[in-house]
């Protein structure tokens, strides 16, 4: 059973919880009523830098597991961790200043793209070795 990925997967969604409540603050903070999403910059870099990890996770989550499934647990939590560094330092980057948000963002896109070449090999190997 993959259990450390298992566990990075939660500490994915509590990363992706926090940033959705940082978004419901920042409403107030800014007064932005739902549902919009424009306002205060502040506010939108705020709201992009959930929206940003809602659409990397839809990519990160499936290739995070087929690394498990096909690689290795440990070394699939281990990639997943480095993903969650970059996504917290993307979500307190882009707050700053829409232009400080590159390093968080190289971090965890090299991470996700490790994930899938990785995957994408293991799974085409396997696939030729029958």
């Not at 566990?7 to 926090?18: A, H, K, P, W």
């Not at 597991?65 to 980057?93: E, K, N, P, S, T």
Request: hydrophobic residues 55%; charged residues 15%; proline residues 4%.
């Amino acid at each position: 059973m993959p259990h450390w990925t298992a566990l990075v997967t939660i500490l994915s969604i509590l990363v992706y919880i926090g940033a959705d409540m940082r978004v419901g603050r920042a409403r107030g903070t800014y007064k932005v009523k739902a549902p919009a999403t424009t306002g205060d910059p502040a506010f939108e870099r705020i709201f992009r830098s959930h929206q940003n990890m809602l659409e990397w996770m839809v990519i990160y989550l499936p290739v995070l597991w087929l690394f498990a499934l096909y690689i290795g647990d440990r070394w699939a939590a281990a990639i997943g961790l480095v993903w969650i560094v970059g996504r917290i330092l993307y979500l307190a980057q882009y707050a700053q200043a829409a232009e400080k948000r590159g390093p968080g963002f190289s971090i965890q896109a090299l991470a996700a793209g490790a994930l899938v070449v990785g995957s994408l090999i293991a799974i085409v190997k396997t696939l030729i070795a029958g």
